[in-house]
């Protein structure tokens, strides 16, 4: 049950817990506000009412001038701490902190009335989030344990994790933490005042870097139901640009297409250079699933030309480069910007086992009749399972496609069916057991 649905507590109720936790008696809070000690009784017990000036007095004592206590205070501050949520969400993140700086004494309201204290600051942690200070937000989320929440901050409480792990690259947090809040919903459809489209984009971000297309599938339709483009602008192409990367990994390339036509042309009005890249770098991978390699090194360049050097998408594309430029048997070519790659990134461990991993594709690849014990025993004990760990199954699926062909060629039958198996499995996981088949 929502804050706002629920049977408010009586204002003298709130001062009696109020003066209880700071130690201070009837008889002050009478000279405070000059009334009679009977006053005060009166009103704990339910037998009278504080007056509007009275109340003033109160709130000045207690320092909780602004904060509500009546349950009409109530329902005003509980739909203007929304509006603080939903600055947050439309990246509007001055005014959700004007808002919060307005906000300092919220502590003092906690023997009041903790519900509403606690939803202020899971909103307050979203903000830190979305600010880039994670250490921060994380630091404050320890503070809190969601099984003594209600459900309303406890959804919050589970988004704020899970959101904060996607922004740290955690991605089997992420979801285990968007999953919780998810089924909270789905359990009370009346929790929040409206649907929450960040939670199915956030899922369905994780389900893409997770490589489950068919469930990021399902969850960016379910984003894209709750939420029009006219209260978050370019929503749409976020949404395009996610939904376009899974089709491209379950086969579906005609619509990945249209939808990267129309992100390219939204993207170039835009201007935003890393943007721009990442939708090419999409088109690249479009072309190079089709094994048109030749117009995917074309797009892979491009991609280079835009995205910023170091970058993710910059290091990406020039793998996938020289990805296809070694199925053209383009190997001198290949070598020499291999090389160049490895000595560029010799600092990120991550793209630095990617392209050496690539260096041992090419051995192979080069002469894939020839026994190569040495490459092979990196690619099975080093570059899968480093693929593994960072969720890139199906860059995985191509090194058990390159083995199971070399373990045949060499007349290795038990190797070249342990490598099918292997695919077999990764198949399964990514798409066979989240709704969709390997073709």
């Not at 606690?118 to 320890?142: P, S, T, V």
């Not at 919050?156 to 998810?182: A, I, P, Q, V």
Request: glycine share 4%; net charge negative; aromatic share 12%.
């Amino acid at each position: 049950m929502s804050i706002i649905q629920r049977e408010d507590m009586p204002v003298g109720n709130k001062i009696l817990n109020l003066r209880k936790q700071l130690g201070v008696t009837q008889v002050e809070i009478a000279e405070a506000i000059g009334v009679r000690r009977d006053k005060i009784g009166d009103v704990e017990n339910g037998l009278d009412e504080y007056t509007e000036r009275q109340l003033q007095k109160i709130r000045e004592y207690f320092n909780i001038v602004g904060l509500p206590l009546n349950t009409q205070e109530c329902v005003i501050f509980y739909r203007h701490l929304y509006y603080l949520r939903n600055y947050v969400r439309t990246k509007r993140l001055q005014e959700a902190r004007d808002i919060l700086n307005k906000l300092l004494h919220i502590d003092n309201l906690e023997p009041c009335d903790p519900d509403m204290v606690m939803l202020c600051k899971m909103f307050e942690i979203q903000l830190l989030i979305a600010e880039g200070y994670y250490l921060d937000a994380e630091k404050k989320l320890d503070l809190y344990d969601p099984e003594k929440m209600h459900n309303e901050n406890q959804y919050h409480y589970y988004y704020n994790r899970g959101y904060l792990s996607l922004c740290n690259e955690d991605y089997d947090s992420g979801l285990e933490y968007l999953l919780k809040t998810y089924e909270l919903k789905e359990v009370n459809e009346n929790l929040l005042p409206e649907d929450d489209e960040r939670l199915y984009y956030h899922l369905a971000q994780c389900y893409t870097y997770l490589e489950i297309p068919y469930r990021a599938i399902d969850f960016v339709q379910k984003a894209r139901e709750v939420c029009s483009e006219d209260r978050i602008p370019n929503y749409n192409l976020y949404l395009n640009r996610t939904l376009a990367r899974n089709y491209i990994n379950t086969n579906q390339l005609v619509k990945a297409e249209k939808l990267l036509e129309k992100c390219i042309i939204e993207y170039k009005c835009t201007r935003d250079n890393a943007l721009i890249g990442n939708t090419l770098f999409c088109f690249g991978c479009l072309h190079k699933k089709t094994e048109n390699w030749t117009t995917a090194i074309m797009y892979f360049n491009d991609a280079l030309s835009y995205a910023p050097e170091g970058t993710i998408t910059y290091y990406a594309a020039l793998y996938n480069k020289i990805y296809c430029i070694i199925q053209t048997r383009a190997f001198p070519d290949a070598k020499k910007i291999l090389n160049e790659a490895k000595t560029m990134c010799k600092a990120d461990l991550l793209w630095k086992n990617n392209f050496e991993a690539l260096h041992c594709y090419l051995t192979i690849y080069e002469r894939v009749s020839i026994k190569n014990d040495k490459e092979c025993d990196y690619i099975i004990n080093t570059a899968i399972p480093h693929f593994y760990e960072n969720h890139d199954y199906f860059t995985a699926i191509e090194y058990c496609k390159l083995l199971e062909r070399h373990y045949r060629k060499i007349k290795s039958n038990m190797n070249s069916l342990l490598m099918a198996n292997e695919m077999l499995k990764i198949y399964e996981r990514c798409l066979i057991n989240h709704g969709g088949d390997v073709n």
